[in-house]
């Protein structure tokens, strides 16, 4: 049985990429999904810096050094951390950056657009390198 006038329709869905990533109210002016990205994780770093630079970290690292946050973005816009990646170096030497990074995620606003596929909101991953230098 043949179908006359039949619409293919688009049912090719890529799982591992959004049609708008999460956004700041800040970021909305964004002309590029690109553009939008890069200022949302731009200024989650500036508030997330903001934050913790309230806080003053006696440590003894004498370099400066990079650790990752798996942040997720859940459907109603909630920012969390997954997992935090460190050297073994930060862990011995900040053994309370764990607890003041899950502070300093808590303390955030809660006005971010969640991540969008299709205009359904959805949950999304991404990791976000934090650099610690040592004051001098």
Do not use: W
Not at 28 to 53: A, P, T, V
Not at 64 to 91: C, F, M, N, P, Q
């Amino acid at each position: 049985m043949a179908l006359k006038n039949a619409v293919l329709l688009d049912t090719v869905i890529d799982y591992n990429e959004v049609d708008v990533y999460p956004l700041f109210l800040d970021c909305n002016n964004c002309d590029s999904s690109e553009k939008q990205n890069l200022c949302f994780e731009m200024e989650l770093l500036r508030r997330l810096q903001r934050i913790m630079g309230e806080e003053i970290i006696e440590t003894a690292i004498k370099s400066r050094d990079t650790l990752t946050v798996e942040v997720l973005v859940d459907t109603e816009g909630k920012i969390s951390i997954v997992e935090i990646h460190k050297s073994e170096a930060l862990e011995n030497n900040l053994p309370q950056i764990d607890s003041l990074l899950f502070q300093s995620f808590a303390a955030l606003p809660s006005t971010v657009q969640p991540s969008l596929k299709r205009g359904i909101p959805v949950n999304s991953m991404f990791k976000l390198p934090i650099v610690i230098t040592p004051r001098r």
